[in-house]
């Protein structure tokens, strides 16, 4: 009786899951860039560079699948599905090959080499450039990388400024861009591939023989623009604060200092220097109302124009310029994108936000860059969107017809709460995503945000507009002042709330499979309708799962083989020198969930203990040996179950595990596991495979 009743309910449960699709038939489609982005995620995913035929075929063959069954109605729409994640896939696979650029083999020291600038960073403590056009010296021109990033000394006192669009000649230290800290880190090859760096360095002597070409590209011309407003912005307001205020209309990050930046981290309001969806709405939003008022004050235009219409042109273009100004990023071209569309609708009378619009600007931008999909930037700037417009088309139109009833204290009491929900709903949206790729989460960002969002909408955005309208008429000054008032106060906030007790938690890094089912997860609950969109909490718990389940590194070594770190029991993390590659220390930290990381030779002696020849190491069960200098294989060989040398450890050393030099040379930076009676290794080369942007390691060095 009891399983009659189970299978009946079962049955019920299931036939309601059914009877709720079929009555959301209509969202189906926005589920295409799902597909679409899944296709670009596989192929990332490869350990293996698949042939472009091989997409082709896979689109031939989910097309010829959906021509047979598309008139079975579910299989149709399964076989849709594989067809746009087949699409995906071969579009990746596309922008990859024509993307391949030059890429340095080895190390070149003290070349000549001649380029012509494209960009140019002021960061606080150095100067980097990008060449294209370049020329090297001793290496023949079919092997030219098409852009090389450079490190570059500060100009004399009293010389002239380097410009954007100027050819210059320097001797430099080129190298290819680096591979991944640890196996499955952040790949900066893969980055560079798409952009086309194919050697990284440092300048070892100055800039000279400037000229100019026969001609200036559009681009040039725009980053030149961009440079100019920002040393305008700078010379008209000193310090911090004209670095925010750059970084706010320009994009220009560079001269921030580390410490400003780690409290708008720590205090939830890094997003505020990310130009993305809040200032090109916001911009958008002062040049409607402000041509809407002003026309609507001249009684001709207000009676016989349409001013509603002409006010959404206006903002369009203008969101469009400041698109352009900002360096179009994936979330500033993100927020243009389905700001365009609010402001189209307009035009066309239509409704101005849906989930519909937020699907068109994701397809729009995985189209234009399939690999922005991997950057926390396009994850974070999606999920907070998407989960924002569900949750407000779920409320209906009671809400908006609340926001225009009531007196001013009522709306301003609504507008507030209505910032805290926001707040709250993109925090939640975005944190596990932020824990995957930064592994920090801010407690007091809802507070961060209610203080410091309305002062950036009311007072320093409008005075930002104002600022590049004055520009070309020198009168700056005239509305970045007040504008840095606001902008001191955003900093001062960010820097109390960063300063409070615990105001971060640092966790590890939540890996890869549990971002895809959070992802899963969250987008189950935005893109249905009804009861069954809470199913989607499973993905998120199996994320949040996955999450604890996975086991930190123990040991890790870079790709260089300089530096070795070992996570002790207390979840600190050692490291075999605090001078070098602490770049790559920062990210193995960060990665761990790691706030310290202290001297290896400093532990505990019960745990490590070490002299000129090698370090010993007792943790989890198991003995290792850092082997520094062959005269340690003497007396360790046999004696340890892991040996980690720097140099070549000799064929008759037994261990368990042994990882050399050589090791390390061909397969770039090692992950050790360890846990009792068993021992797991993994590499930067067994975990990305073969690909484009992966050459052999060994060629690298």
């Known amino acids: 009786m009891l399983n009659r009743i189970v299978k009946i ?366 950057s926390p930037s396009f994850q974070m700037s999606f999920a907070a969107v998407i989960a924002l417009v569900a949750f407000y088309e779920s409320l209906g139109p009671d809400l908006w017809q609340r926001l225009g009833e009531g007196r001013w204290t009522s709306k301003l009491t609504l507008y507030f709460v209505g910032l805290a929900l926001t707040t709250v709903i993109a925090s939640f949206a975005t944190g596990l995503i932020a824990l995957h790729h930064f592994g920090r989460l801010p407690h007091f960002g809802l507070l961060g945000n209610l203080l410091a969002v309305p002062l950036t909408a009311f007072w320093i955005m409008p005075w930002a507009v104002l600022g590049v309208i004055l520009m070309p008429f020198g009168l700056t000054s005239v509305a970045l002042v007040p504008m840095g008032w606001g902008v001191d106060l955003v900093i001062a906030i960010a820097g109390t709330i960063a300063g409070w007790p615990q105001a971060v938690s640092l966790l590890p890094l939540m890996p890869t499979t549990g971002l895809i089912g959070v992802t899963i997860g969250g987008l189950w609950i935005c893109l249905w309708t009804g009861r069954k969109r809470w199913l989607g909490c499973l993905g998120i718990l199996a994320g949040l799962v996955i999450m604890n389940w996975t086991q930190k590194p123990d040991i890790l070594i870079s790709a260089s083989g300089k530096l070795i770190a070992v996570r002790l029991p207390n979840n600190e993390l050692a490291v075999s020198s605090l001078r070098r590659e602490k770049f790559t220390a920062k990210i193995w930290s960060q990665a761990l969930g790691v706030g310290r990381t202290s001297k290896l030779s400093a532990a505990a002696p019960e745990i490590v203990r070490c002299d000129g020849l090698a370090c010993l190491i007792r943790t989890n069960g198991h003995k290792i040996a850092l082997i520094k200098d062959e005269r340690a294989f003497v007396d360790e060989c046999g004696r340890q179950q892991i040996l980690i040398a720097t140099v070549p450890i000799p064929g008759y050393c037994d261990a368990a595990l042994r990882i050399d030099r050589f090791d390390i040379w061909r397969n770039g930076a090692h992950a050790v596991w360890l846990s009792p009676g068993e021992i797991r290794v993994g590499h930067v080369r067994g975990r990305r495979g073969k690909r484009h942007w992966a050459p052999d390691l060994n060629s690298n060095k």
């Open 9 to 374: 309910d079962f049955l019920t449960v299931v036939s309601g899951l059914i009877a709720g699709f079929e009555n959301d038939r209509q969202r189906l489609i926005l589920w295409a860039p799902v597909a679409f982005a899944t296709g670009i995620a596989s192929y990332f995913a490869l350990t293996v560079e698949p042939p472009l035929w091989t997409g082709v075929s896979l689109v031939g063959a989910c097309g010829g699948l959906l021509w047979c069954v598309r008139k079975k109605g579910r299989l149709a729409l399964l076989a849709t599905g594989l067809l746009l994640a087949s699409l995906g896939l071969l579009h990746a696979s596309w922008k990859a090959h024509i993307s391949t650029a030059p890429v340095l083999e080895k190390r070149l020291g003290a070349v000549e080499l001649s380029g012509r600038i494209v960009t140019i960073e002021d960061f606080a403590k150095r100067r980097r450039i990008l060449l294209d056009r370049v020329k090297i010296a001793r290496l023949a021109e079919e092997y030219y990388p098409a852009r090389v990033r450079l490190r570059i000394l500060p100009e004399k006192p009293g010389s002239r400024a380097l410009e954007i669009g100027e050819h210059v000649t320097l001797r430099a230290i080129l190298m290819p861009p680096a591979a991944p800290a640890m196996p499955g880190g952040f790949d900066f090859q893969r980055k560079a591939w798409f952009e086309q760096i194919g050697a990284v360095g440092f300048a070892i002597s100055r800039p000279s023989a400037r000229s100019r070409g026969p001609g200036d590209s559009f681009s040039i011309k725009l980053q030149r623009l961009r440079r100019a407003i920002a040393l305008q912005i700078k010379n008209s307001v000193a310090g911090e604060t004209g670095a925010v205020i750059a970084a706010l209309i320009v994009g220009d990050r560079s001269a921030l200092t580390e410490e400003t930046l780690q409290n708008l981290r720590d205090a939830g309001l890094a997003h505020l220097l990310a130009i993305s969806g809040l200032h090109i709405g916001l911009v958008a939003a002062t040049i409607f109302f402000a041509v809407r008022l002003g026309l609507a004050l001249i009684s001709h235009c207000a009676l016989h124009w349409p001013i509603k219409k002409i006010s959404a042109v206006a903002a369009l273009l203008g969101s469009f310029v400041y698109l352009l100004i900002a360096g179009a990023t994936v979330p500033t071209q993100r927020a243009f994108l389905m700001t365009g569309l609010v402001l189209v609708a307009i035009l066309a009378d239509r409704r101005a936000i849906s989930l519909r619009l937020v699907a068109a600007a994701a397809m729009l931008v995985l189209l234009l860059r399939p690999e922005s999909l991997l």
